[in-house]
């Protein structure tokens, strides 16, 4: 990560997200900057959909290195984040090598070497910080088990790892590490000491409609101003899953593509599905939220939409 320059103050930060169409604030320029000049991980907890993951993917973009994500499940083992050796590969060369006159040790010494390794996305990061310094990305980690955070725990520790076969493998560089969390579950305070932690909010009205407005240029003002509105609304109920940014971005996105200049009763009923992703949700909105005359009233008013 040779750009000194665009992490050299909090300001130049802002302008870097900025110009790569992420809009930030203070403290999360803050935490990016401490953390790049103390080469600490950066813990992010937030609602799903806010732009915890979009973090990581524009810093990739900002240093120009390579992007490697670790996506977290129920289950994930070190295997799956670490490495495993290609089997079917071995097994051809055994094949190969059976007749040859090569002695066990000999085809155990080949076998067992890198050109043979699936690496993982932990030992990527690893091997390609011997290069430049990878953004790496352990996205949900709420979803694996506790077992695989102490594991994480060592790793984050020293950045390197012991394969028996080969050896000590060891990142010359740390990667910049970015963990996200949507909190279903508390991580572990061992985990959390060793990362600078930072919450992402859903944005307020002003800064949803800026959010708006730099990813989808084309967007008139105005109907930039409905959308947020409308979501800055309908995220006080009490819904199963309340939408974040990304429904936001894909709800404007749906309405351009339906020529939709402004909100009307009738494409918010239309498009529930680009803002909605629970039935249920979609069944209070139209059976409670729409028919209660003081929730309709304040929703109308947020986004300006005439009633019918």
Known sequence: MTHPGKLSSIEAILEQLASNRYIADQLLATVIYLSYHM???????????????????????????????????????????????????????????EHSGKTPE??????????????????????????NHPVLLIDELDRADEEFEAFLLEILSAFQVSIPE????????????VITSNRTRDIHDALKRRCLYHWIDYPDLEKEKQIIR??????????????AGFMQTIRRENLMKKPGISETLDWAEALLKLNQGVLDQQIVEQTL????????????????????????????????????
């Not at 799956?80 to 590969?89: D, F, H, Q, T, V």
């Not at 010494?109 to 091997?127: D, F, G």
């Not at 080969?166 to 590490?177: F, Q, R």
């Not at 730099?214 to 959308?227: D, F, H, K, M, N």
């Open 273 to 308: 599905g680009c803002i909605l992703k629970y039935r249920e949700d979609i069944q209070k909105f139209r059976s409670s939220i729409w028919t209660d005359p003081d929730k309709r009233s304040q929703l109308l008013a947020a986004c300006r939409i005439t009633p019918c």
């Open 214 to 227: 730099t990813r989808i240029p084309r967007i008139e003002e105005s109907l930039a101003g409905q959308v």
């Open 106 to 131: 000999e085809i155990g010494h080949v076998i067992y070497s890198e050109p043979y390794l699936i690496k993982r996305p932990l030992l990527e990061a690893i091997l390609s910080s011997q290069n």
């Open 166 to 177: 080969i050896g000590t493998m060891k990142a010359t560089h740390k990667p910049l590490v």
């Open 39 to 97: 080469n600490k991980p950066i813990f992010l907890e937030g609602e799903p959909g806010v732009g915890k993951t979009e973090v990581a993917i524009v810093l990739s973009q900002i240093f120009e290195s390579r992007l490697i994500r670790l996506q977290c499940y129920e289950g994930l083992d070190a295997n799956s984040a670490l490495y495993e050796w290609n089997y079917p590969k071995q097994l051809l060369r055994i094949k190969m090598d």
